[in-house]
């Protein structure tokens, strides 16, 4: 544990100096397909995937002191102190290059969630929620088949367990936020992920072209255009342009508001 320097937030890589990392927690119950659909958010929207059961099966792997401790709490289906999990996340921010990450399976319970902003400074853009019931995650999860010690009908229930007292709290939390995106993940991967896209390129979560600048740049299109009718109608200037805006203003709000 003490191997790991403690990362605050200017520790970690971002693209410009004074930018916040972007962090979209990414939750549901085990099962419920938060890996499948963070494989296919990064193939489209270039974010980093920390998946933070990954990195504790990875620090199992590695040998380090804690190994053996996290290796006992993922078999009982309980959750690892929050202080190894933050520490392997920040490292992993840090390393990526990148500012713009899904954090998967994190944060599970309240403590983590507190411990993880008091520490990075990070409050989550949003959350994406995947809604399933328990019925088609145990399916799931029984027919995963990645050899994962804890994928038995035993522990699962025991996951189930945790996930209903200690993370359901934590979306609540952030729903009474306004935070979040809550998606139906029954569905195929495919219906789910086009779910998952509308709430990526919402006008509310789109880091795009904001409404002023974009209104004038769309105003500033229609320029030229006065000219070309002004020679064509040979009128004045003044005549066509207020024509052309009254016209056009409809449409200018239409396009401003349009994402
Ligand atoms: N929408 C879906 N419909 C059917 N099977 C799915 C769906 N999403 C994921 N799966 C499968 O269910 C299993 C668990 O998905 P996974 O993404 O690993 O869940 P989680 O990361 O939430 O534990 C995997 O075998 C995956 O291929
Ligand atoms: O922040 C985390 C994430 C995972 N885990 C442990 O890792 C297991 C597997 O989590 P993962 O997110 O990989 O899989 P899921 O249960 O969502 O399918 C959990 O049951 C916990 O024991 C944990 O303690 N803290």
């Not at 974009?214 to 000219?227: A, K, M």
């Amino acid at each position: 544990m003490g191997s790991v320097k403690e990362i605050t937030i200017e520790d970690v890589n971002v693209s410009s100096a004074n930018q916040q990392p972007k962090v979209v927690f990414v939750l549901g119950g085990p099962g419920s397909g938060k890996g499948t659909q963070c494989a296919n958010i990064v193939e489209h929207f270039g974010y980093t995937h920390l998946s933070a059961g990954d990195l504790l099966r990875a620090e199992i792997k590695s040998g380090s002191e804690n190994g053996t401790m996290i290796q006992n709490m993922i078999k009982e289906g309980k959750i690892v102190p929050s202080e190894v999990t933050i520490k392997l996340l920040q490292k992993a921010m840090q390393e990526s290059g990148n500012d713009k990450f899904l954090i998967d399976g994190f944060p599970r319970n309240e403590e983590n969630r507190a411990a993880f902003e008091a520490v990075t400074k990070i409050t989550p853009e949003f959350v994406l929620f995947f809604d399933c019931s328990e019925e088609e995650m145990e399916k799931r999860l029984l027919g995963r088949n990645q050899g994962r010690e804890d994928d038995n009908i035993e522990t699962i229930r025991k996951r189930f367990k945790v996930y209903l007292e200690s993370s359901l709290p934590v979306i609540e939390y952030y729903n009474s936020k306004g935070k979040v995106r809550k998606i139906d993940a029954a569905k195929p991967i495919d219906e789910v992920f086009e779910a998952v896209k509308v709430v990526f390129t919402s006008k509310d979560e789109k880091v795009g072209m904001c409404r002023l600048p974009r209104l004038f740049f769309i105003s500033s299109c229609f320029i030229p255009g006065i000219f070309v009718l002004r020679r064509r109608c040979s009128c004045t200037v003044d005549g066509v342009a207020s024509h052309l805006w009254v016209d056009a203003f409809p449409f200018l709000i239409l396009m401003n508001t349009w994402n």
